[in-house]
């Protein structure tokens, strides 16, 4: 029943990702196709393993493979007709600009010219506005017609909102309005092109001193101990698996080091992939702290922006970059470690074990086979390791607050879902706690420190391309795969775990 849900789940994205798409014409189709090409092989290797017909390993890569080569082939259409859109986009905009300059002026649309009136929201006496009258010049100076002409100034935190209406594509107008603020004050103000509450485009300019503050050094101190901690609780954590206490027996510690390294190398390799494309695009990370964990080793890490970010493509690359990295390493290290299992390996666990996720499950039923009908598999500790590195990935992309999961829905459907969202994931992480403690903890965890939105980025308009919120897609699909149990009922007609 859980695998069948999380197939009809996934495809009820998928179709309201075609409604979605369908307003935008070819072009929407088109990256909706790309979203399907991704998802398909996932969603009929799940079909086919809950009807009880098994592919094996050389079949699901060649599906994977034969996935790939259509997504590439729909990008490269995509892209050459996207080019030929925004030549068509950017042609009407300088057409309605140069008609615009030829009409008469009237009161909703005054000459260019003629600076913003200073208005409150209530419209009554004006308000002064918290910023000093030359830079209000100057920063007026930078709206035109060909980019967001500015109609009211409303006195906004240190700054000021501008209203007005948006010409031309988003990206283009923000590129051409911050060259401008920049060239006239320098870095002092930062530019906003964000969504008023009404769903209109307005602009908001603060200074730069309400930018992001730099860790200071006790939270350097602490993200330090919390690592140290860390490695402490993988060792621990080894040792459990290998049964013996390492508080208890602490001269076994040399033991637990190489178990201790795998966990610790899927943590860091976690975080690498932030730091990376986070360096790629110029944006500062804070130290990770990482969340301790006897159980498991590690829960991850709890990493912030110390930097603003320029659009929501930066937040999504940023965010899905680190449980990319991870996840694939981890993916690799569980298919190894399953294919090098063979009677005699170090661990022996008994075969209910591999219920506890749908694709760990499935995937060691493609591999092993007849072996999960034993009461007792032996299996090699890259597994044990690939799948609690699956585990600490999927946590990180529940779909709540700044946890990776958080920013990448944040990023691809706006604020406005990713509110939603993390209130929908800590009901059900609320519900779960009834059975298992794990939800709990992460309930606890979201509500007290990640429950918060990403800060807006100073592009809030321009949306990721479609690719992107395929790969969000199968990512957020992936998670629910990897926590979800299978049922009794279909582990039983699979084989897995004694009946």
Not at 231 to 247: P, Q, R
Not at 388 to 412: C, E, F, H, K, T
């Amino acid at each position: 029943m859980i695998t069948a849900l999380t197939v009809l789940l996934a495809l009820g994205f998928l179709v309201w990702g075609f409604f979605r798409a369908k307003p935008f014409g070819k072009l929407g189709i088109l990256a909706w196709l790309q979203s399907v090409v991704l998802m398909s092989p996932w969603l009929l290797f799940f079909t086919l393993f809950a009807a009880g017909i098994y592919l094996n390993l050389i079949g699901v890569l060649l599906l994977f493979l034969l996935s790939t080569g259509l997504y590439i082939y729909l990008g490269n259409r995509l892209r050459a007709m996207g080019q030929d859109v925004l030549l068509s986009r950017r042609a009407t905009a300088i057409a309605e600009a140069s008609k615009n300059t030829t009409q008469p002026t009237t009161a909703t649309d005054p000459e260019s010219a003629q600076p913003p009136s200073i208005m409150t929201t209530t419209g009554q006496e004006p308000d002064v506005v918290p910023l000093p009258a030359e830079d209000l010049k100057a920063i007026q100076g930078i709206f035109g017609l060909d980019t967001f002409f500015a109609t009211e100034t409303i006195p906004y935190q240190e700054g000021a909102i501008f209203r007005g209406n948006l010409r031309g594509e988003p990206e283009a107008a923000y590129s051409r309005l911050s060259s401008s603020l920049q060239e006239r004050l320098g870095d002092r103000y930062r530019l906003y092109l964000v969504e008023n509450q009404d769903g209109k485009p307005v602009v908001i300019i603060l200074p730069s001193t309400r930018d992001p503050k730099p860790m200071t050094l006790f939270q350097k101190g602490f993200a330090v101990v919390l690592f140290l901690v860390t490695i402490a609780s993988c060792m621990e954590s080894a040792s459990v698996m290998l049964g013996f206490d390492l508080l208890e027996a602490p001269d076994r510690f040399m033991a637990t080091v190489p178990i201790a390294l795998g966990l610790l190398g899927v943590l860091l390799a976690h975080e690498l992939g932030h730091w990376i494309m986070a360096r790629r695009y110029q944006v500062r990370l804070s130290y990770p702290f990482f969340i301790p964990s006897i159980p498991i080793g590690s829960y991850g890490a709890l990493t912030r922006f110390d930097s603003l970010l320029p659009n929501r493509n930066v937040l999504f690359d940023i965010a899905f970059a680190g449980p990319a990295v991870g996840g694939l390493i981890s993916l690799v290290m569980l298919i190894t470690g399953l294919l090098l299992s063979h009677e005699g390996s170090l661990f022996q666990v008994p075969s209910e074990f591999f219920q506890g996720s749908i694709l760990v499950g499935t995937l060691t039923r493609v591999v092993l086979r007849e072996s999960l009908q034993q009461p007792i598999v032996d299996v090699h500790p890259l597994v044990v390791l690939g799948w609690l590195g699956l585990v600490i990935n999927a946590l990180n992309l529940m779909p709540a607050g700044q946890l990776d999961g958080g920013r990448i829905v944040q990023s691809i459907y706006g604020r406005k879902i990713a509110g939603r969202t993390t209130i929908g994931t800590l009901v059900v992480l609320g519900l779960a706690s009834f059975v298992n403690p794990l939800a709990l903890y992460w309930a606890i965890l979201v509500l007290f420190l990640q429950r918060d939105l990403e800060r807006p980025s100073l592009n809030e308009l321009t949306e990721p391309d479609d690719a992107r919120a395929a790969l969000g897609l199968l990512a957020l699909f992936l998670m629910i795969v990897t926590l979800l149990p299978l049922t009794p009922a279909l582990a039983g007609r699979l084989g897995i775990g004694a009946y």
